[in-house]
């Protein structure tokens, strides 16, 4: 091995990988491949971030942080402007009620979306707004036996062995 090559350098030379790819304010992995790690973002699943890589000319299994620079910036371009290239029923926040715009939210900024949303139904006292006050569900689901947050409801086996097991010891 000569002076200039360092020694834990592989054959396909992954010394060159960037392990942390910035997007918007979140740090993805570099080590993973571009699906993979575009998933890791809030906002984007597994459908989106297929289609961002195909979009970018991008293998999908290819290691993210082993890209070149352009093709970084290529996809970190079209995941910031996901919203004017997909197609509507893809978007997460469909007809804001302020704007009345389809939007689609990436990172922080669905989180902070989703909660504006929810106090704003909370604050005008929407069926919604009102099963989220309470904690309970909210799109229909069962809760006549799911969802019990309160003790115990039934037989308690454990509590009537250990009351035997204590009137047992004082009958002795």
Known sequence: MSA???EDAGEDGEEDIRYFVRIGQADLDGTKSVERSLTDLRGIGRRSARIIAD????ERTATFGALDDDSIDEI????EGFAEEAPEWLTNHRNDFFSGETTHEIGNDLGLTRRQDINRMKMINSYKGTRH???QKVRGQ???STGRTEGTI???V???KEDAAEAAEDDE
């Open 76 to 79: 970190v371009e079209l995941v």
């Open 142 to 144: 069962r809760t006549k």
């Open 55 to 58: 979009k970018a000319g991008v």
């Open 158 to 160: 454990e509590a009537i």
């Open 154 to 156: 039934g037989v308690n």
């Open 4 to 6: 200039e090559e360092p």
């Open 133 to 135: 006050k309470r904690g």
